[in-house]
Nanobody, 119 residues
Framework: VQLQASGGGLVQAGGSLRLSCAAS????????MAWFRQAPGKEREFVSS???????TYYANSVKGRFTISKDNANTLYLQMDSLKPEDTAVYYC??????????????WGQGTLVTVSS
């Protein structure tokens, strides 16, 4: 299973980007997927997640109201990021849980896409 994140880039503060995460390789069951990010010199942190069957969404307080997680019928995961701030600068990773009760860090991880927000 390989997850490919894309859509990162350089944007000015206040701008928008849309990240995508597509899977390849063998088929796998999707229980929940999420976006994490890691800024330079900082630990990887949770950004947002979505329950694949129920569609319930969760957000870190730092992005609530600005970011929107979604999925489509082709099993692609998205993260719409609006009103971007310089502190959103990070490498963004998508991840899929391996099991329903599994934790994120033991899931399938994508390679990351860099988002840079200039002030």
């Amino acid at each position: 299973v390989q997850l490919q994140a894309s859509g990162g880039g350089l944007v000015q503060a206040g701008g928008s980007l849309r990240l995508s995460c597509a899977a390849s390789g063998r088929t796998f069951s999707r229980y929940a997927m999420a976006w994490f990010r890691q800024a330079p010199g900082k630990e990887r942190e949770f950004v947002s997640s979505i329950n694949w069957s129920a569609g319930n969404t969760y957000y870190a307080n730092s992005v609530k109201g600005r970011f929107t997680i979604s999925k489509d019928n082709a099993n692609t995961l998205y993260l719409q990021m609006d009103s971007l701030k310089p502190e959103d600068t990070a490498v963004y990773y998508c991840v899929s849980k391996r099991t329903y009760t599994g934790d994120w860090f033991s899931g399938y991880w994508g390679q990351g896409t860099l988002v840079t927000v200039s002030s």
